[in-house]
């Protein structure tokens, strides 16, 4: 859990407190699943086309490699966007 959000938890009792930490932990669980299962789905649909084999076929591994990592780069600059953009508006502004 964030900083901010431990800090919205402080005016709240220490059991309601623990309470909505393993809510949170059970939502950002249930988000990575979602995630990887969309990524998984996704590069599947995209890369594997036929079913004539047990294993992977060459061209279809690479596929699925380069589909993954692209996601999880994608996946990692937004995380940094956000992460940059909530510091922005958590910083007073000093220019006044």
Do not use: W
Request: charged share 30%; with cysteine.
């Amino acid at each position: 859990m964030d900083k901010n959000m431990q800090q919205g938890l402080d005016g709240l009792p220490e059991e309601d407190q623990r309470r909505m930490a393993a809510v949170i932990e059970q939502l950002q669980v249930r988000d990575s699943m979602r995630m990887y299962n969309s990524v998984v789905e996704r590069c599947f649909n995209d890369c594997v086309d036929s079913f004539t084999r047990k294993s992977l076929q060459k061209q279809e591994e690479t596929c699925i490699m380069r589909c993954a990592e692209k996601f999880l780069k994608h996946s990692m600059r937004v995380g940094l966007r956000f992460a940059e953009l909530n510091n922005l508006a958590a910083t007073p502004d000093q220019s006044n």
